[in-house]
């Protein structure tokens, strides 16, 4: 069985991974017909990315810069990577023919240089039927769960629910060692329209990774309407 996942840091993918039946329950599952609809790309205005199909709104820290379009199409200089810094997510896209990257953006350049973690912001969007048996968006974590420790990252703790505005989501929290740095990375993971839909936080600090997070927000269909 082929299976996407997704990694900030690197692109890969990942075969042979079977999604888990033994996740525990959530509230934050597909629909009951898991029919894909078109999911628009969004847009980003006035500091702020929006997406109608996903009643979402996440802010973009003043001076960020976006690199959505680059990743989708492949076209991000690899060359330039600094091996030691292991936060610059140039490498990153969501594997996969029919996934999405919605936003791709980072505190500076990813081929820049810089002593700092590269604190980052990514949504991405790939299709469920991608995961065969994928109900519940706390499964998304066992194949992610695999990724991430091939990548040098550690579990904080088991995936656990949060709510933000009108929806619940599934998140997960890593972190890594990056010579004298320490990177945090949060993914928040929802089922919507047949998607699973992953917004990736990461930074150099819990509170780094917080302020980020506190940007975000989903609106009910009444608000969003207005």
Same mark, same amino acid.
């Given at each position: @069985?082929? *299976?996407?996942?997704? *990694?900030?840091?690197?692109?890969?993918?990942?075969?042979?991974? %079977?999604?888990?039946?033994?996740?525990?329950?959530?509230? /934050?599952?597909?629909?009951?017909?898991?029919?894909?609809?078109?999911?628009? &790309?969004?847009?980003?205005?006035?500091?702020?990315?929006? =997406?109608?199909?996903?009643?979402?709104? *996440? $802010?973009?820290?003043?001076?960020?810069?976006?690199?959505?379009?680059? @990743?989708?199409?492949?076209? %991000?200089?690899?060359?330039? =990577?600094?091996?030691?810094?292991?936060? $610059?997510?140039?490498?990153?896209?969501?594997?996969?023919?029919?996934?999405?990257?919605?936003?791709?953006?980072?505190?500076?350049? &990813?081929?820049?240089?810089?002593?700092?973690?590269?604190?980052?912001?990514?949504?991405?969007?790939?299709?469920?039927?991608?995961? &065969?048996?994928?109900?519940?968006?706390?499964?998304?974590?066992?194949?992610? =769960?695999?990724?991430?420790? /091939?990548?040098?990252?550690? $579990?904080?703790?088991?995936?656990?629910?949060?709510?933000?505005?009108?929806?619940?989501?599934?998140?997960?929290?890593?972190?890594?060692?990056?010579?004298?740095?320490?990177?945090?990375?949060?993914?928040?993971?929802?089922?919507?329209?047949?998607?699973?839909?992953?917004?990736? @936080?990461?930074?150099?600090?819990?509170?780094?990774?917080?302020?980020?997070? =506190?940007?975000?927000?989903?609106?009910?269909?009444?608000?969003?309407?207005?």
């Amino acid at each position: @069985m082929r *299976c996407c996942c997704l *990694c900030l840091l690197i692109s890969l993918t990942v075969p042979g991974v %079977q999604i888990s039946a033994q996740s525990s329950p959530s509230r /934050a599952r597909a629909s009951k017909s898991g029919a894909e609809i078109e999911l628009e &790309p969004g847009s980003v205005d006035n500091g702020s990315y929006r =997406n109608k199909s996903l009643k979402l709104t *996440c $802010k973009i820290p003043d001076g960020w810069v976006l690199r959505t379009d680059e @990743m989708n199409s492949g076209s %991000q200089d690899r060359t330039t =990577n600094d091996p030691a810094d292991s936060s $610059k997510p140039a490498d990153a896209h969501v594997s996969g023919a029919e996934a999405k990257v919605l936003l791709a953006a980072f505190s500076r350049p &990813p081929e820049a240089k810089g002593e700092e973690v590269n604190s980052s912001i990514l949504i991405a969007a790939e299709p469920m039927s991608a995961y &065969p048996g994928l109900t519940d968006a706390a499964q998304y974590f066992g194949p992610l =769960n695999e990724v991430a420790e /091939a990548q040098g990252l550690t $579990k904080d703790e088991d995936p656990y629910e949060v709510v933000i505005g009108s929806q619940t989501l599934v998140r997960g929290d890593f972190h890594k060692d990056v010579g004298t740095r320490v990177m945090r990375q949060s993914t928040l993971v929802m089922l919507s329209s047949g998607y699973a839909v992953s917004i990736t @936080m990461i930074a150099g600090s819990d509170d780094a990774v917080g302020q980020l997070l =506190n940007g975000l927000d989903f609106q009910s269909a009444a608000r969003s309407t207005k």
